[in-house]
């Protein structure tokens, strides 16, 4: 059997173009169902767009009605003999077509703030990621060095995991008022909640991370005449640094999921704000747009990354994926 | 087939009786004294190694031979100074050994090298451990290289190389400290057969160049008697010292001298020594019968 047929082989690598067409497909799959939704009438298309009211005087133009009041209306129209309702099947506001999202991309950086105290969409965002990496940057800058502390020394792990285990169970927006109050309406109280919902689960995995260094590599050094801080500063720190680099990605990822939380407390602001700001004044199309830029982001920086933990440690294997 | 009449192991030819009478006058570089060790395990006190003696000479090698699981990666990690001992001591030129140190080089059986650092940095590691500057570690770790023939890969990384490419730069790694003793721990034990005999020779080449004693651990018989001047054989449960065997076969060795009267005498021996014939035996055979029935045509012509 040829080896560019092999789709579904357990565990063995793909050709590299079957992994660019898989990877085309991932994204390319819910675009064509959303698509069908949009544009193909009969599928789904629960409500009608009004064009013409007819004699129906409270209905109006670009009105959306469910379609059993539609044509409850046009019966009633046919029994008056007046003019009927005119209209065309459509989707929900909720779901605009993807042509509209496109649009929105860029429309919603142009959308003017409704209110002057409101920020442009690419302030928002600016000013969530700024919030996101100095609430990452604080967690990493205590979490990381701990969390090695721990994994090497027992004792240190002692003292500090019982209670960390037992704080990480604290739900982060519970703290929300409490920041507010210690650290003002500002940036603060967002900067901290992204801490506390980063930094307990940094020392923890970063702990056990550093447990997984294999025991021999450090015996081996000790039998090279290494002593205590040679151990941690030329085994310990480097033998974890792909694996700890892996965990600081990951761990990312969960910074900009406590941001939505963050940016609802105090001053609202950022891109969660401008995203709520946007549903209620029913610009569904600069939602989608919002919420997609932030995956973009999101994907866009871990692939990044990614390439330059392969830059930095050239001496990790490859990992293949599936 | 008739059986053919070996010497006894204990038969020495004077140049090699010569040897040894030279080798023990040399200074003793380990001496192990009544050693014991025991370990807490869920089974209770296990005592893994009871009441070992010995001694190695000044540029002696010596092989330690014994069944799975009757303590050599103790004794060897006791010497290392990586357990500690619950009985008995441990001297190295004389001084108690109480902690691993750049005196004694160790060769794992698994790969130890730091996946991190080059080839080059691996050898230049315990040196700079020693606080030898970056220029006379690189100088001096090049020289290593050079003696395991791996200058061509100087600056590969570990995951580059071959197991015995891999081992061959442990061995530099130890060595570079300049050690008093070398202890390797099964060290070929992973490798294939071609490479295994090769990297032996590699091993008794290098030793007969250099000032330095080495403590090998095998479980292979052949391979200890092609290396070793003395066995020290090892019987579990509790792990004691069986027999310590001059090895009579002279040196230099060569591959063809497996099939010497000498290297047959000595395995013969070792042979009794780790598979005594016992009442348990009977149980090894396998009862093949029952699930392997085959047709008369196609039976096995014994
Ligand atoms: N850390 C340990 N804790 C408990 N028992 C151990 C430990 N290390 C070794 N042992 C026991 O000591 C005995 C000798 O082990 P080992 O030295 O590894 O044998 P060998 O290397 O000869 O195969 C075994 O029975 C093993 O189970
Ligand atoms: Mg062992």
């Known amino acids: 059997m040829s080896q560019s047929t092999r789709w579904f082989a357990v565990r063995q690598a793909l050709t590299r173009k079957q992994v660019t067409t898989l990877t085309l497909l991932s994204f390319l799959l819910p675009i064509l169902v959303w ?29 959306l009605v469910e379609q059993q009041v539609f044509l409850d209306q046009q019966l009633l129209a046919a029994e008056q003999k007046t003019a009927p309702p ?189 995203i709520t700001q946007q549903a209620r004044y029913k610009n569904f199309d600069n939602v989608y747009a919002a919420i997609i830029m932030i995956g973009i982001i999101g994907v866009v920086s871990d692939i990044v990354l990614a390439r330059l933990g392969k830059r930095l440690f050239p001496w990790e294997k490859e990992q293949v994926k599936g | 087939m008739t059986a053919i009449e070996l010497p006894s192991y204990l038969d020495q030819s004077e140049a090699v009786s010569a040897r040894f009478d030279k080798l023990k006058q040399r200074e003793v570089i380990l001496e192990v004294k009544h050693l014991g060790k025991q370990f807490n395990s869920q089974q209770g006190l296990v005592t893994a190694l009871r009441d070992i003696n010995f001694k190695t000479h000044r540029r002696e090698f010596v092989c330690v031979i014994g069944p799975s699981g009757c303590g050599k990666s103790t004794l060897i990690r006791i010497l290392a100074g990586l357990e500690s001992p619950s009985s008995g001591e441990v001297l190295l030129d004389n001084k108690p050994v109480f902690e691993p140190g750049p005196d004694r080089g160790m060769v794992f059986q698994g ?40 200058e061509k890969f100087a600056d590969a990384y570990p995951h580059q190389l071959s197991g015995g490419m891999k081992q061959r730069v442990a ?48 479980h292979d018989l052949d391979e200890a008697i092609y290396l070793a001047d003395r066995i020290l054989v090892l019987k579990a449960n509790p792990g004691e010292v069986e027999e310590l065997i001059e090895v009579p076969v002279p040196r230099p060795r060569t591959a063809d001298q497996v099939i010497s009267p000498e290297f047959l005498a000595t395995k013969k021996r070792l042979e009794e020594l780790i598979h005594p014939p016992t009442a348990e035996d009977d149980t090894d055979e396998l009862h093949m019968i029952r699930m392997t029935h085959v047709g008369d045509d196609v039976e096995v012509m014994d």
């Open chain 1, 35 to 63: 698509s069908l939704v949009s544009y193909v009438p009969f599928l789904w298309h629960p409500k009608i767009e009004i064009v013409e009211p007819g004699s129906i005087t409270w209905l109006k133009p670009g009105m």
């Open chain 1, 86 to 274: 005119e209209g065309f099947r459509a989707n929900p506001i909720y779901l605009p077509a993807p042509h509209e999202v496109a649009t929105a991309f860029y429309t919603a950086f142009t959308t003017e703030p409704t209110r002057s105290s409101e920020q442009w969409l690419h302030e928002s965002l600016w000013h969530s990621i700024q919030v996101i990496f100095w609430g990452f940057t604080l967690s990493s800058l205590i979490g990381v060095p701990l969390g090695v502390l721990c994994g090497t020394y027992v004792a240190i792990s002692r003292l500090q995991e019982p209670f960390i285990e037992f704080f990480r169970y604290l739900p982060a927006p519970a703290f929300g008022a409490l920041a507010v109050a210690i650290l003002g309406i500002h940036d603060g109280p967002k900067i901290a909640i992204i801490f506390i919902g980063t930094f307990f689960q940094q020392v923890l995995i970063i702990a056990n991370t550093t447990r997984k260094l294999d025991v021999a590599l450090l015996e081996a050094a000790l039998t090279l005449g290494a002593k205590k801080f040679q151990l941690l500063f030329r085994v310990v720190i480097p033998g974890i640094l792909p694996d700890l680099y892996r965990d600081q990605r990951i761990l990312l990822g969960w910074a900009w999921t406590y941001l939505i939380v963050a940016e609802l407390i105090g001053t609202s602001s950022g891109i969660t704000w401008f």
């Open chain 2, 111 to 150: 790969y130890t090298l730091f996946p991190w650092l080059s080839v080059k940095h691996n050898v230049m590691f315990g040196l700079e451990m020693q606080g030898h500057t970056k220029a006379t570690a690189e100088s001096e770790a090049l020289n290593w290289i050079d003696l395991v023939g791996l």
């Open chain 2, 171 to 218: 061995i530099a790694r130890a060595l570079a400290n300049k050690p008093r003793i070398l202890l390797m721990d099964e060290p070929f034990g992973a490798l294939d057969a071609q490479t295994r005999s090769k990297m032996q020779a590699n091993l008794i080449e290098i030793w007969r160049n250099i000032d330095i004693t080495v403590l090998f651990i095998t």
